[in-house]
């Protein structure tokens, strides 16, 4: 369902970036909002508008929130803005064209948790963000927004950007700690969960960068209004990363009531001239492929959830006839394989091995024995992780095995890859 | 070894010793002030910048900019190196004047990013994660850039271009020697540019 704008409203004008004009169109009036309320008020609006975790896992912010520890000082918000998840780029436009927004929802979640600090952890490839955030954070100093006694409340607040260096793990949000601490992106084992012991050992809340530009929102028009703008449970504005075999991709706002046919052939335009749609990645590559005739599901956590695969980060992958399927499992693990952290024995020799297997069916090479063997190498990574790593890196295995079998098999039979793409490398050089 | 082609995390290799390394005046200084971004016992935190630090003053890190880093955040020089050699973003040997990294991960790919690298290797005369005969350029394949609405992405040192097809591969190579860095097109002009004129 297609929804008045609200994180998106103001990304397409110009100087939407500056403090100037984020200070025209309401800025920061939430944060003078919260100032005047209780943390706990706050808490309890965000948890009874049911705001749920953009970053993947949907799961509630205020409850989140609610579980920090309180008694131990000091506690740290830190904004996950390591989007790394193949086919996601939502953050990156809000960062870019609307970094106020974040501001004031870090600032909000840090009186919110009783936090001083806000770390912004953003992922290396992302320095031209970094300059646009920094830029925004000293203007927002300037004005007396951040810093100490903010509006003259009492409330000191200061929000840092911290640039990680190309590590899709750091996404991760133990991992994340662990890289803001000057460390590999390692993930840790949980519990403790980082709302206990977070970073430096603290209380922390790792919120994503989606989920605390929606704070502000909630706080000026009310936990009622929010849950009312989708389905039960999945309230509030969603913004979907649309990509791929598409006419017109990009990012689009619309409430978690919205279908994925209404996302990708209204919003986006439809599979290009000439071409069918062959399958559709719902939630960025760690989840498992609906079907065309699934594309009346409603682009909820719940209902995706229901139809098999998972939101995620909301990032649709559109796949028309030309892909192979196999092909695209071997696209998919040769990125988990690159960007395994290496703690875990299962995951670190298991997604090497799966690409070679990968790799040799599709240069037409494989065995039908192979088949089973990505099962059973699959079966031995899933759920034997210290982070869910392990289960992204095998659903694009199991859900291209499970959906198109044949297309494995007539690779196998016929000794090459049965559907070379035009878009695919005429004299493969990069492969390896 | 070349960068990206072979990379496994396993691999042990030893950090040139390279010249004597300090911080010039001005990144000592931006140093001082991001250290402050942290809990005085938690230095450490400012490994990753100042990593970037050094990599922008010298081009890459050898073992006497670790130890620099190391003496300044009072921690060992493994501590660093092991933070060195996970990045990917931190690069070990001399590389070219212009880093151009094609993202090679599904949005891309199924935009033709194997026809880009295809078209650069034949204009640059190299093969990814090698640098060419004069120092100017170096080619990778990079995993995923979060510009799927772009593709496919093309990551220039720090700075983006996007939409980017075979023929305009070349094209770049050209204007990036002419114009340096000012010739890309950044994040999401392309696709503005584009909707603007329908």
Not at chain 1, 195 to 222: F, H
Not at chain 1, 273 to 298: F, H, N
Request: proline letters at 5%.
């Amino acid at each position: 369902m297609a929804i008045e704008p609200v994180l998106t409203r103001y990304v397409r004008e110009p100087n939407s970036f500056t403090l100037d004009f984020y200070l025209q169109h309401e800025g920061y009036d939430a944060l003078k909002a919260a100032l005047a309320k209780k943390p706990d008020e706050i808490i309890e609006m965000v948890t009874a508008a049911g705001l749920r975790g953009r970053g993947g896992a949907g799961f509630p912010t205020g409850l989140k929130w609610k579980f920090v520890d309180k008694k131990v000082e000091p506690r740290y918000i830190v904004c996950n803005a390591d989007e790394s998840e193949p086919g996601t780029f939502k953050d990156h436009l809000l960062m870019e064209r609307n970094p106020h927004l974040l501001i004031e929802g870090c600032a909000i979640g840090c009186y919110a948790i009783g936090a001083k600090v806000a770390y912004i952890y953003i992922r290396g490839e992302f320095f031209h963000v970094q300059t646009v955030l920094e830029r925004a954070i000293d203007e927002a100093y300037a004005k007396g927004i951040l810093g100490k006694n903010i509006f003259g409340s009492g409330f000191d607040c200061d929000v840092f950007v911290h640039r990680g260096a190309g590590a899709y793990e750091a996404g991760e949000e133990t991992a994340l700690l662990e890289s803001l601490e000057g460390k590999r992106a390692q993930p840790r084992n949980k519990p403790p969960f980082p709302a206990l012991v977070g970073v430096y050992g603290k209380p922390t809340a790792v919120n994503n960068v989606e989920t605390l530009c929606n704070v502000p929102s909630i706080i000026m028009k009310g936990a009622e209004w929010y849950s009312s703008l989708g389905p039960e449970k999945n309230g509030g504005p969603k913004l979907y990363c649309v990509s791929g075999h598409v006419k017109r991709p990009g990012v689009y706002e619309a409430s978690m009531s919205i279908t994925l046919r209404e996302l990708i052939e209204g919003y986006a335009g439809g599979v290009r001239e000439g071409r069918t749609l062959k399958a559709v990645i719902p939630g960025g590559s760690s989840v498992p492929i609906l079907l065309p005739d699934q594309l009346d599901t409603v682009a909820s956590f719940d209902a995706i959830q229901k139809a098999g695969s998972l939101l995620g980060s909301a990032a649709i992958v559109v796949l028309d006839d030309t892909t192979c399927m196999v092909w695209l499992a071997e696209n998919l693990l040769h990125f988990y394989r690159h960007e395994s952290c290496g703690k875990c024995t299962p995951c670190r020799e298991g997604t090497d091995w799966l690409h070679k297997i990968l790799h040799r069916i599709e240069r037409g090479e494989g065995q039908m024995r192979d088949l089973d063997l990505l099962s059973s190498i699959s079966g031995n990574i899933g759920g034997k992780t210290l982070c869910a790593f392990g289960d992204a890196a095998v659903t694009p295995v199991l859900t291209t095995l499970k959906h198109f079998r044949h297309e494995y098999e007539a690779h196998i039979k016929q000794g090459r890859c049965t559907l070379p793409a035009p878009w695919r490398a005429q004299h493969p050089v990069g492969a390896h | 070894m070349a960068y990206g082609a072979t990379f496994h995390k396993s691999s042990r290799q030893l950090e040139d010793e390279g010249p004597a390394f300090v911080y010039t005046p001005e990144n000592r200084a931006r140093f001082d002030e991001i250290i402050t971004r942290y809990p005085p016992d938690r230095k450490r935190s400012a490994v990753l910048p100042a990593l970037y630090l050094a990599q922008y003053q010298q081009g890459y890190i050898t073992a006497n900019a670790i130890r620099h880093i190391a003496e300044l955040l009072e921690i060992t020089r493994a501590d660093v190196e092991d933070v060195v050699t996970y990045y990917t973003m931190f690069y070990t040997r001399p590389v070219g004047k212009f880093v151009v990294n094609v993202c090679r991960t599904l949005s891309c790919a199924i935009n033709g990013a194997e026809r880009v690298t295809e078209a650069l290797c034949g204009k640059l005369g190299i093969k990814p994660g090698e640098t060419d005969a004069s120092g100017t350029f170096t080619l990778m394949e990079v995993e995923c850039l979060g510009a799927c609405d772009r593709a496919p992405a093309v990551m220039v040192n720090d700075a983006w271009q996007e939409c980017v097809t075979p023929e305009s591969a070349g094209q770049l190579i050209d204007d990036l020697r002419a114009r340096g860095e000012d010739a890309l097109s950044g994040c999401h002009h392309v696709i503005e540019k584009m909707k603007a004129k329908g």
